[in-house]
C-alpha cells in the first residue's frame, strides 16, 4: 500500500492586532510566481459586517492582543 499523499503545511497569510476599542487591524501578503509580492492593511471596526466572521475566524482576542491569520475560506472576507 502506498503511503498517503503528503499535505502541505499552512503558513499564516499575514498579522491581526486587536485595538482598545475592538477594531483588528490585519496586515496581510501574499507571494506569487517569480517576483510576485503583494501587501495590505485591512482595518475593520466592531461595527463592520464582516467583522463577526473574520474574528471568529481568527479565535480568541482580546483588546491588545495579536494573531497569526490563517488563509480564510472562501466567503469569509
Given at each position: 500500500m502506498?503511503?498517503?499523499?503528503?499535505?502541505?503545511?499552512?503558513?499564516?497569510v499575514g498579522?491581526?492586532?486587536m485595538?482598545?476599542d475592538?477594531?483588528l487591524?490585519?496586515?496581510?501578503?501574499?507571494?506569487?510566481?517569480?517576483?510576485?509580492?503583494?501587501?495590505?492593511?485591512?482595518?475593520?471596526?466592531?461595527d463592520?459586517?464582516?467583522?463577526?466572521?473574520v474574528?471568529?475566524?481568527?479565535?480568541p482576542m482580546?483588546?491588545?492582543?495579536?494573531?497569526?491569520?490563517?488563509p480564510?475560506?472562501?466567503?469569509?472576507?
Amino acid at each position: 500500500m502506498p503511503p498517503p499523499p503528503e499535505v502541505p503545511e499552512v503558513e499564516p497569510v499575514g498579522s491581526a492586532h486587536m485595538k482598545p476599542d475592538g477594531t483588528l487591524e490585519l496586515r496581510m501578503s501574499a507571494r506569487g510566481p517569480g517576483a510576485i509580492a503583494g501587501e495590505a492593511l485591512f482595518i475593520l471596526k466592531p461595527d463592520n459586517p464582516r467583522y463577526a466572521g473574520v474574528l471568529e475566524h481568527l479565535g480568541p482576542m482580546e483588546p491588545g492582543g495579536y494573531a497569526r491569520v490563517m488563509p480564510f475560506p472562501p466567503g469569509v472576507f
